[in-house]
């Protein structure tokens, strides 16, 4: 019953001493009950920060134990920490090698994080850098509101399914289906990641998109519409396993689900396919390819003889070799002399008529080297293939992209399969679609791009690519972010759909470097442990994430094979070939609120200005005295207030630079240089005392 139902019917009780009674106990029973999704919120979530170093008052946990048992450091000298445990009353004391600890942060406790590079792929050239982070999302999206808030167009999110299969952690600890606060560890776990999401999306127009299973898209659901309030919500229902996975009894899974939160203006852009149908080809409006005979009135070959020519294909293979001169006015066809191996294709018609081609043989060369004429199937009886080519408006229409093409075919002729743009569709909440086959299109995928390394259930990459499109086909400067970043899908995808019409969007991808549970089981017996060398290359962040990146950008493999294969469906181009992207990798890292003095922690926060201000050009790594604007650079950071004079002038002349940062404690005097700087400069404050800049996880601001 609803609250508003509830008042209604104490309305409706007209002894007044009887109403005042009965509202007072359903009082009483509103302040004790929640309304909508019940969970345990309140289990306390911690967080192993690898990288933190080991200082008196942090805790810690012994590194190579998946044992949550807690202490709190209370000295440590050479090397060695002297450990108390706070539930015994700090009295028992015991000693540790530092290198045998781990720093455990429980949510709202202060975090002071950094972002360290760890490697970069740049073949995009002045292009925005596409980032691949490896963290813990949560602190890693806390980071992130620093440079991004209200400002990501489209989250793309493949969270754990929670299958129960020990499919993801909560606390250190792998989740099992017999943990009977599971789907509560779940909830509690994506609630606080999508509160935090939702502070980054733009909220003038931008989407959530979430996919999940059976397992738990009920909740999921739920817990949508309490975070995303006002927001229109929609379920789609995908097929990504065509083969069905079978269950005892039941009916077999072939599909998924994908929610879809629409914030502010955010809408669907039609595409060519309704999703659901393999609309006929008829449908869409193909585009012709002419042949190139030309028959009818005034074809005859007497007409325009320099249009009677040969065309040369391999007399056993088919393919083309040349095209020949025209032939004099009165040589008879059969004098042409064929090069070696070939046939001569002469445009006579089946009763032996001499007609004339469309286009002269410069023409048709020029043609053929574009891809915009081809030849047809190969007539058993003759041999022949009949040239076909694309008519002047039609190749007008390429060169613009308006009609857009899907690579080149075998023989390099262009793959246009219809207009685009020319029919288009609304999408169903039903998707049938063959290239999103996971098996197909994702493991396949990684296969070919990382042979021999094994992930479980990366997305298909056209499904990915599909569903992005609906929501940045139309934004080429898109911000993308995927906080379950897995293999990297979404910045592959992201980077096909730039190809495919030259944008500039930019993906921020975050994922965890951790093992499978069956790879920590075998490297703890092995004698190995999280933050050793041995088990952090076999995470997914090392492992897979940014080798497969690296590969779909470069088109090699870790090995340094060209990829093999091509891709499908829509811009077939080779994989080899990659992408004209640029990438840059990082570590999320921890700085010690101890050890970080006044003014020296600017290396590690470094690369979140550069975020900020468009990932564009180089990172300014070190603090410079007075100021920083390296060549090339498309922010400068004033680091000595006192000279802003100098830094001014110097900007002058820099139309590159579009943003200043400016290191200071005063806001008046930050207010000062920003009134002296150009208009169309966006200007921001940096405090020197970095730990007041970010300074996360303390519940702040929420
Ligand atoms: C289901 S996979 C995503 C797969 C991805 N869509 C693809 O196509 O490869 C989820 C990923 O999120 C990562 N992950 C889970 N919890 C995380 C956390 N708290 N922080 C960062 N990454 C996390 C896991 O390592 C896993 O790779």
New binding site residues.
């Given amino acids: 019953m609803t609250t508003n139902a509830l008042d209604n019917l104490l309305s409706r009780i007209t002894d007044l001493d009887l109403r005042r009674a009965v509202e007072s106990e359903v009082n009483i029973l509103r302040d004790t009950k929640d309304f909508g999704l019940v969970f345990e919120r309140h289990l306390p979530e911690e967080v192993r920060l690898l990288s933190h170093p080991i200082t008196r008052g942090v805790k810690v946990q012994e590194r190579k134990s998946a044992s949550s048992e807690t202490w709190t450091v209370h000295s440590v000298k050479a090397g060695i920490a002297t450990l108390v445990d706070d539930d015994d009353g700090g009295d028992a004391a015991i000693e540790r090698p530092i290198e045998d600890l781990v720093v455990v942060r429980g949510f709202g406790e202060p975090i002071y994080p950094g972002l360290k590079s760890v490697g970069k792929v740049e073949r995009g050239g002045n292009k925005p850098y596409h980032t691949v982070i490896n963290?813990?999302?949560?602190y890693?999206l806390e980071t992130l509101l620093y440079a991004y808030e209200g400002q990501v167009d489209c989250i793309y999110i493949?969270?754990?399914?929670n299958s129960g299969a020990r499919d993801?952690?909560y606390n250190n600890d792998y989740v099992d289906g017999e943990d009977t606060y599971r789907h509560s560890k779940w909830l509690s776990f994506m609630e606080k990641r999508l509160k935090l999401a939702q502070r980054l999306m733009n909220p003038e127009g931008s989407v959530l998109i979430v996919t999940i299973d059976e397992k738990e898209y009920l909740r999921l659901g739920l817990l949508l519409e309490q975070v995303f309030r006002g927001c229109d919500i929609q379920m789609v229902s995908s097929v990504i396993n065509p083969s069905g996975s079978s269950r005892q009894g039941r009916f077999a899974r072939t599909d998924e689900y994908l929610f879809f939160v629409f914030i502010g203006s955010a809408n669907i852009t039609p595409w060519t396919t309704d999703m659901l149908r393999d609309q006929s080809e008829s449908a869409r409006k193909k585009v012709r390819w002419s042949s190139l005979i030309r028959n009818g009135e005034g074809s005859r070959r007497t007409r325009i003889p320099s249009l009677f020519y040969p065309i040369f294909i391999g007399k056993e293979t088919g393919d083309f070799h040349s095209v020949g001169e025209p032939l004099a006015r009165d040589a008879l066809a059969d004098s042409v002399v064929c090069p070696p191996e070939t046939l001569a294709m002469l445009p006579i018609d089946g009763s032996g008529q001499e007609l004339m081609w469309r286009l002269h043989p410069p023409t048709l060369r020029d043609y053929l080297s574009k891809g915009y004429a081809k030849f047809g199937k190969r007539d058993n009886k003759t041999g022949f293939r009949a040239p076909q080519y694309l008519q002047r408006g039609t190749i007008k229409k390429v060169e613009s992209g308006e009609i857009k093409t899907l690579g080149r075919d075998e023989e390099d002729a262009m793959v246009i399969e219809f207009e685009e743009g020319a029919k288009t569709y609304s999408p169903m909440t039903v998707w049938n679609r063959v290239s999103h086959s996971a098996g197909d299109h994702?493991s396949a995928m990684l296969k070919a791009l990382i042979p021999g390394r094994k992930?479980p259930?990366?997305?298909s990459l056209y499904a990915?690519e599909d569903t992005l499109r609906f929501f940045v086909g139309d934004k080429r400067d898109a911000l993308i972010l995927?906080?379950?970043?897995?293999?990297?899908?979404?910045t592959h995808a992201v980077a096909r759909l730039n190809r495919q019409d030259g944008g500039r969007r930019r993906s921020i991808l975050?994922?965890?470097n951790?093992v499978s549970d069956d790879e920590a089981k075998a490297l703890r017996k092995a004698g190995h442990y999280p933050g050793q060398l041995d088990w952090e290359t076999l995470g997914?962040f090392e492992h897979i994430t940014k080798p497969r990146v690296t590969a779909a950008v470069t088109g090699r493999t870790p090995d340094g094979h060209a990829v093999a294969g091509s891709y499908k469906f829509t811009d077939m181009s080779p994989m080899a070939e990659g992408f004209e992207e640029n990438i840059e990798f990082f570590e999320l890292t921890y700085l010690d609120h101890n050890s970080v003095a006044r003014g020296k922690a600017f290396e590690a926060v470094a690369p979140l200005l550069w975020m900020k201000f468009g990932a564009l050009g180089p990172i300014i790594t070190k603090v410079k005295k007075p100021f920083a604007a390296p060549a090339g650079s498309t922010y400068a950071v004033l680091f000595d207030i006192n000279r802003w004079p100098e830094f001014v002038e110097a900007l002058r002349d820099r139309e590159e630079v579009r943003y200043a940062c400016i290191v200071t404690d005063s806001l008046a005097q930050f207010q000062q240089v920003v009134a002296e700087m150009p208009h169309t400069m966006g200007v921001s404050m940096l405090y020197e005392d970095y730990l007041r800049n970010f300074e996360i996880n303390t519940g702040a601001g929420r």
């Fill in positions: 963290g813990e999302n949560f890693a493949d969270p754990p399914y993801w952690k994702g992930f259930f990366p997305k990915v995927d906080f379950f970043g897995g293999s990297g899908t979404t975050v994922t965890n951790e997914i």
